[in-house]
């Protein structure tokens, strides 16, 4: 059971060291999905972000080059202790998943050939498409506070999908065009 955080986000990582290993324990979980396990303990465990302050940075890090959660790391990590804190977070995400990675390509290389090995990828792969989707629906009520509101918001997710998944549409020109379209409705509303 999730508990629903306050309007405002109370607490702060105690130190830099608390926050590399707040970012190393969101690494080390979310194998293939950091997004949902990032959002469960930023804004329901630590409570360091609200649901609207995290929808807003995730935001914010889709738009800039890199992995969305490496742009949110260094983000919060700034937010909290200025440039040293955005490298903390940043080496918190990067530096024990580095080196696992590194062990299981190693693993990989001498066991690829193996039918449980290939099984096992595929399964990782459902699990993780299912956890972007629990988080998704987790972070629905926070479109209510947006500025293009829900229903648009469900509308634009869902004409994503149905290109994406049911027309096989190329992805970059359906995020171009959705994105503008979402962008023009916040700008129409919050004018």
């Known amino acids: 059971m999730s508990t629903e955080a306050a309007p405002e986000a109370a607490a702060r990582p ?3 060291t608390a ?3 707040a970012f190393t324990r969101l690494a080390l979980q979310g194998f293939g999905g950091v997004l949902a396990v990032a959002q469960r303990e930023l804004v329901e465990r630590l409570r360091w972000l609200s649901k609207e302050e995290f929808v807003e940075l995730l935001a ?3 738009v800039l080059p890199g992995p969305n959660i490496v742009n949110l790391s260094m983000m919060i990590g700034d937010r909290f202790f200025g440039l040293r804190g955005a490298f903390v977070a940043l080496g918190g ?4 998943p580095s080196v696992l990675v590194l062990v299981l390509a190693a693993l990989y290389g001498e066991f690829a050939s193996h039918p449980r090995v290939a099984d096992a990828l595929r399964g990782m792969g459902v699990v993780s498409a299912g956890l972007i989707l629990a988080t998704g629906i987790k972070l629905l009520p926070a479109l209510r506070k947006n500025p293009m509101g829900l229903a648009a918001g469900l509308a634009l997710a869902g004409l994503c999908m149905a290109l994406i998944v049911g027309w096989r549409a190329p992805l970059p020109p359906v995020l171009l065009g959705l994105g503008a379209v ?6 129409r509303k919050l004018r």
């Open 93 to 96: 995400m990067l530096l024990a």
């Open 60 to 62: 914010i890090a889709q």
């Open 182 to 187: 979402g962008m023009a409705l916040a700008w």
């Open 14 to 16: 105690a130190s830099q």
């Open 19 to 21: 926050l590399f290993l």
